[in-house]
């Protein structure tokens, strides 16, 4: 699935689900991750902590601008935000992100309220970590926010699932109505024409159905 980013330009990224990335299933060495920190120090401490981890493909942005499309040419498996005194704008600016890239998010901060840590959550940030920059739990930070994008990511998608089972119930339904009125079938006799004309084609019913919908509106 293309998902299309605002970087002034024509260019897509590939989003994908991450379900299957659990350590189990990929060893660490095979994920990409990057670190974002404009702090020289700070970034060593998380580089090497992901390193003694077992994360051998690292990445480190230290320049802000144009974030975005720096996100797209990695195009990482994970990725690590480390903030050493941020304010709103730049946390705001780093959910912004997290919203957009649908990749797990680690965020190690100096500070922070109650408002930016529901924010936080809100954005996706699978795991906010306050005044807790430590290159021996970068690892368990990682597998946390791995773990909890996928969580969400199954949860997002059956959502999605569900309202696509609605959307497509709703145009059966309509569907069902037309041939009812237009050849006085009963509800079952008007579904069970369609279910035969989709059997016929090799089509799913809401093919016809929708198929049903548009010839009736060309014909009036």
Do not use: H
């Amino acid at each position: 699935m293309a998902y299309r980013l605002q970087l002034g330009g024509n260019d897509s990224w590939t989003i994908w689900s991450l379900r299957g990335l659990e350590r189990d299933a990929v060893s660490e060495a095979a994920l990409r991750i990057l670190l974002v920190d404009q702090n020289m120090t700070r970034a060593s401490i998380l580089e090497e902590g992901l390193r003694e981890a077992g994360y051998t493909n690292v990445t480190v942005v230290r320049d802000m601008q144009n974030l975005l499309r720096r996100i797209v040419d990695a195009d990482p498996d994970v990725i690590c935000i480390d903030l050493e005194n941020p304010n709103r704008d730049v946390l705001e600016q780093m959910f912004q992100v997290s919203r957009v890239v649908r990749r797990p998010v680690a965020m190690f901060v100096d500070r922070s309220d109650s408002d930016m840590i529901k924010a936080a959550v809100e954005s996706g940030v699978g795991a906010y970590v306050v005044d807790g920059l430590k290159k021996e739990r970068v690892k368990a930070v990682v597998d946390m926010a791995v773990s909890r994008f996928n969580a969400f990511n199954d949860l997002r998608e059956e959502l999605d699932r569900a309202r696509q089972a609605l959307d497509e119930r709703k145009v059966v339904e309509r569907a069902k109505g037309i041939l009812m009125k237009e050849r006085g079938l009963s509800e079952e006799a008007a579904y069970a024409l369609l279910r035969k004309a989709a059997m016929s084609d090799n089509k799913r019913v809401v093919e016809i159905a929708q198929a049903v919908i548009t010839a009736a509106g060309l014909l009036r």
